[in-house]
């Protein structure tokens, strides 16, 4: 028997590597294979995990599965949440269309690298249902086939007050996310990515001016110092200061402000760049 892993290091798997195993699960049903709770599926990296279903609804022409998102260790807001795939066949060959269920967000805004109006699932986690789900029509000999896949998530729209996804643009629910389909405790790739995320959405709305923060009250007082400018001009970077430096950089942003308070801009004329509080010093 495996010896279980030291608290505060358990991997998990992100809101998309759930979703592309209900995708798979619900086609393999769909398609007249077997309604077992168990699917593996394959994620980026080469891992090959076992997840749990916790249940198969067959309507009509679609199938829908649910599993519970296990997120390890990390203290991610949609840890626990229900993730839903609902498939249904198309009749376009090889085409895989994303639909936006209930909890799931809309697009609202330029930037994200998805459309506009549509749901609000990044593009590694597209290309994973996407790829499931050709193999599964190859597998049951259905390759004349598309398939539409309709995301949703139990409860999404109110764990998504609990995330920055308003000003990012993504409106009622969250998005289905992941790079990798691991979550690893703590890693912060989550909030760094939404960071970027944040900036570039600042950029393609035109502002010629960031401003970033190291948190609510910080913002609140750069929004004061600026109501002349869009909400998305104002982004909290939190600790990550560098990070959000160098995306800045990347994307050309004209002019950046850093509004801190001073402990935090201590840290930063002190020549440090990552400004929690467990990893750098106050100089006095």
């Known amino acids: 028997m495996e010896a279980p892993k030291p608290k ?5 798997f992100t809101t998309g590597a759930n979703a592309t195993a209900c995708v798979s699960a619900a086609l393999r049903a769909l398609l007249g294979g077997p309604e077992g709770d168990k699917v593996v599926i394959h994620l ?4 090959t995990p076992e997840f749990t279903l916790i249940s198969t609804h067959r309507d009509a022409d679609s199938v829908t599965c649910a599993a ?3 997120g390890g260790d990390d203290p991610d807001v949609t840890h626990g949440a229900e993730i839903r795939a609902t498939v249904r066949l198309n009749g376009l060959k090889g085409q895989v269309r994303f639909l936006k269920g209930e909890g799931v967000g809309t697009v609202t805004k330029p930037g994200l690298g998805l459309e506009i109006g549509g749901p609000a699932i990044n593009p ?6 996407t790829e499931h789900a050709l193999e599964r ?5 259905r390759e004349n086939e598309g398939v539409d896949i309709t995301v ?7 764990i998504a ?3 920055l996804n ?3 643009g993504i409106l009622g629910g969250i998005s289905i996310l992941g790079r990798t389909g691991i979550v690893y405790p703590y890693s912060n790739a989550a909030y760094i990515a939404s960071i970027e995320q944040g900036i570039e959405v600042a950029v393609h709305q035109g502002a010629l001016e960031v401003f970033l923060t190291t948190g609510g009250l910080t913002e609140d007082y750069a929004i004061k110092l600026r109501p002349d400018l869009d909400e998305s001009a104002f982004v909290q970077m939190g600790d990550h200061v560098g990070k959000a430096l160098d995306h800045c950089k990347k994307l050309g942003v004209p002019k950046i402000v850093l509004v801190g308070q001073i402990g935090k801009v201590s840290k930063l004329v002190n020549g440090q760049f990552y400004i929690h509080v467990r990893k750098s010093e106050v100089n006095m």
């Not at 505060?8 to 998990?12: D, F, L």
């Not at 949703?152 to 109110?158: H, P, V």
């Open 8 to 12: 505060g290091t358990r991997t998990g």
């Open 44 to 47: 980026p990296e080469g891992q």
């Open 166 to 168: 308003a000003r990012l």
């Open 152 to 158: 949703s998530a139990k409860d999404g729209e109110a």
């Open 68 to 70: 519970i998102k296990d």
């Open 124 to 129: 590694v986690p597209r290309k994973m249902m």
């Open 161 to 163: 007050r609990k995330t």
């Open 137 to 141: 029509l190859k597998e049951f000999g």
